[in-house]
């Protein structure tokens, strides 16, 4: 099994930052190790699709970022932690929206949110005007 779980996610001024933190953990993550996983991280305001927003290669060594969020947004990752982890600046208030991350057990990064197998609860995060 994998779990993934959100922090980080709050109320915040536009034009604010934030660092959201995904931590994974389970049997399945233990016996293959985070390296072996590619992440995103995506938002579903109300009402709407869930879309990317940033990912990660297992490595960390190639990224991928949403037209929208390029130059603001930071997606890293620390697997020997287990974490991986989204700077989000100069924040708008149309990103209001409940961030999750994903997990798939493959090189990425992946864009498609049907490639991934596993998924966080979510964080909220407010960006008022």
């Known amino acids: 099994q994998v779990q993934l779980v959100e922090s980080g996610g709050g109320l915040v001024q536009a034009g604010g930052s934030l660092r959201l933190s995904c931590t994974a953990s389970g049997r399945t993550f233990r016996r293959y190790g985070m390296g072996r996983y590619a992440v995103g991280w995506f938002r579903q305001a109300p009402g709407k699709e869930r879309d990317i927003v940033a990912a990660?290669?297992?490595?960390?060594?190639?990224?991928y970022y949403s037209d929208s969020v390029k130059g603001r947004f930071t997606i890293s990752r620390d697997n020997a932690k287990n974490m991986v982890y989204l700077q989000m600046n100069s924040l708008k208030p149309e990103e209001t929206a409940v961030y999750s991350c994903a997990a798939a057990r493959t090189t990425g990064p992946i864009a498609d949110k049907d490639e991934y197998d596993y998924w966080g609860q979510g964080t909220q995060v407010t960006v008022s005007s």
């Open positions: 990660t290669s297992n490595g960390g060594v190639s990224t």
